[in-house]
């Protein structure tokens, strides 16, 4: 059984349809990119699959796990252990890193019917993941995001996917907008978390992040539609070329 | 003293005049002090909605209830457990706006720093409670504070001498007992803070076993000397059937930097007044304040901050979660007088309303005479964030969990400005345990009281 099986999804938000009919297949240990221009789908995609409820699902079927992935809530996928690294991480003034974070973990913990943690036994664990990233302790009791910079904020996020160690990993363009030594420290997180039964999703506007982390496959969506597949040469042929080297080509495909 | 009984002021005569003959001993001063509260309650009787400082806070209820003054009363110790602050300096008790000394703790307190009643600091000619007591408490403004002066007889007495320096916080405990006729308390406390003196003072108020309505006004003053830092916490759990107007007037000398903190989450009727007055240059203050409301509560706050010096600054900062039918006013005014040049203002009032039913009355006051000034003022009125709810739930916390922990993080915002530790940890255990009854929107106590104070307002 596959671990995420997306098949014929169509997605709309206000009446504007976006996803038009995507189909896509990650086994556990793969590390797949999703690759596009702007206003493609990429990150509607991200999104539909974290549950995000402004979207309309008109269509289609996605099963992680063998599960009805369509059918939860935001709170349940994550339990399921699906994680998403968000483009834009938001900001919440008053609850600290930490704090966050254990009541997340312990929510995931006790979906699984795993003893929840204290404070004594979360703090060294946070404490090894936050060190990966080479984030200062201080940001534990800061506020959830508040006046991070960008890269921090990324950065963040892999914290988060680290602790919380999902089966699936979404990261949501987590490398706009990073310079070069954040974009490496993120890359060495997510490749620190490749493993056998875990699957990575990277969606990604920029084929830079693909020379850190090598993914297994990489697809090119346009207009809703993953219009091209490959191995990891594609994203250097669509550097090369451009989107608009992919697109013509969808166009004579759907026909 | 003539006095013409006449129906709106109900039982109040009564009340004056029989604490008149039961405080044989009161001093001359104190006894011209109280006339005068009560000539002025007589005078103008409670406010209404056309007094532009109520205009949002119908008190009808209060005016058209026959108040019996609460009796002397005791109660356990054990029953007082819970609301006893971990870490404080001391616990003074009052029952039913009585000094209780059986239930009170004041050992550990440094030498010099006085703490207790402030009747009995009359009784001993205490000469700071003939200096300070009414001095600067404005019975002309306002009709509560009258009332409250007129029927004067005790409450908190906190006296730091000079360069005093008081850690852990002294905690005066004010207890209402509902009786089986409405009745009513008017404690009255006095801090002095003498030049460089350092202290937090915290005032709780809680209601103990059901009864009919209870009604407490009380009134401080806080006198704050040279340099001297004073924390004020005031505290408001009493039982939704309360009736709590609540006036804190300070006077602030030369560099003195006072702390104001209000947690308001009790009561149905609830009116705090935050009146600091920056007398001296240099002065700074900070006023701090949340206020939770559920059910039918309506909690007013009140801010009038005068700068009457040069150099000197205040911040306010509240916020205020609104559910179910609740209503909430912040009204928050700033007078900048003529000669308190480089005075810098600032003052934020962010509210969240949890249902469509719950309502705001957000309205700043700024009257500056000086030409020299910063002042800036904000409010806001949202919703619980879509994006950092799907933020939360995203990670893996349940819808509900979510909610609580982004009103928690709003609650954090105003325990974060609390310098003191003990009070933080105490006042986010108390707020954390409140908060599931509310963000249901329904209130865990509805009386048929609480009902006739909607009719009658």
Redesign the interface.
Known sequence: MSMLEIKNLHAKINNHFILKGVDLVVNAGEVHSIMGPNGSGKSTLAQVL????TYEITAGEVLFGGKDLLSM???EV??EGL??A?QY??E????SNAY??R???N??RK?RGEEELDAMDFLPLLKDKMRLLDMDERFLNR?VNEGFSGGEKKRNEIV?MAV?EPRLAILDETDSGLDIDALRIVAKGVNLMRRPDRGILLVTHYQRLLNYIVPDFVHVLVDGKIVKSGGPELALELEEKGYGWAEPEAATAIR | MAIATTEPLRGYPEAFFELDSRALRQPAWLRELRERGFARFRDVGFPTTRNEDWRFTNVNAIAQTAFQPAPAQSVTFAALEPFLIPGAACHLVFVNGQYAARLSRIAGLPAGVEAGSLGEAIQNNRKPAESHLGRYLNVERDAFCALNTALLEDGGYVYLPRRADVEAPICLLFVSLPGTIPSMAHPRTLIVAEDEAQASIVEQYISLGAGEVFFSNSATELVAGEGAVVSHYLVERQDRNAFKISTLRSEQARSANVTSHSILLGGALVRNNVHPVLAGEGSECLINGLFIAAGKQHIDNYMLVEHARPHSSSRQFYNGILDGHSRGVFHGRIIVHKDAQKTDAKQTNRNLLLSDDAQIDTKPQLEIYADDVKCTHGATIGQVEENALFYLRSRGISEGAARRLLLLAFANECLERMKCPVMRAYLEGVIQAWLPATSTGAPPEAGEIERRWEEAG
């Open positions: 974290a549950r995000r409820e809530k935001p709170e994550a339990c994680f998403m968000f991480p938001i919440i003034p008053g609850i966050f974070l009541a997340a973990l929510a995931i979906f506020a988060q919380l």
